[in-house]
Nanobody, 123 residues
Framework: QVQLQESGGGLFQAGDSLILSCATS????????LAWFRQAPGKEREVVAY????????NSPDSMKGRLTTFRDTAKRTVYLQMNSLKPEDTAVYYC????????????????WGQGTQVTVSS
């Protein structure tokens, strides 16, 4: 059973940086697609970053390009999302998502979701 657990959220100020963690179990890097999503109050869930087999970003919205870095620790079975130059509009619940056998390219493709971690950015 695949399980995902996000952490690292909290209250930040505009311009800060953050690192979110997604601790995984039941999946194998290189055989499960991974992605980061977020959902702001009153808005639909949107992608933050789709990840490739090597854990790097394959695609992300234009509004986030240049502000994101992803990396992983295979021994800890954890993937990380670093976001710089935070803006109030980055306030949302951030989710880690996974899919068996294939990379994730669309929001409807994940099969597994974490519970999310709240990120609040004040101006």
């Amino acid at each position: 059973q695949v399980q995902l657990q996000e952490s690292g959220g909290g209250l930040f100020q505009a311009g800060d940086s953050l690192i979110l963690s997604c601790a995984t179990s039941g999946l194998t890097f290189g055989s499960h697609g991974l992605a980061w999503f977020r959902q702001a109050p009153g808005k639909e869930r949107e992608v933050v970053a789709y990840l490739g087999w090597n854990g790097g970003i394959t695609n992300s919205p234009d509004s986030m390009k240049g502000r994101l870095t992803t990396f992983r620790d295979t021994a800890k079975r954890t993937v990380y999302l670093q976001m710089n130059s935070l803006k109030p509009e980055d306030t949302a619940v951030y989710y880690c998502a996974a899919r068996k056998e294939f990379l994730i390219f669309r929001p409807d493709e994940p099969e597994f979701w974490g519970q999310g971690t709240q990120v609040t950015v004040s101006s």
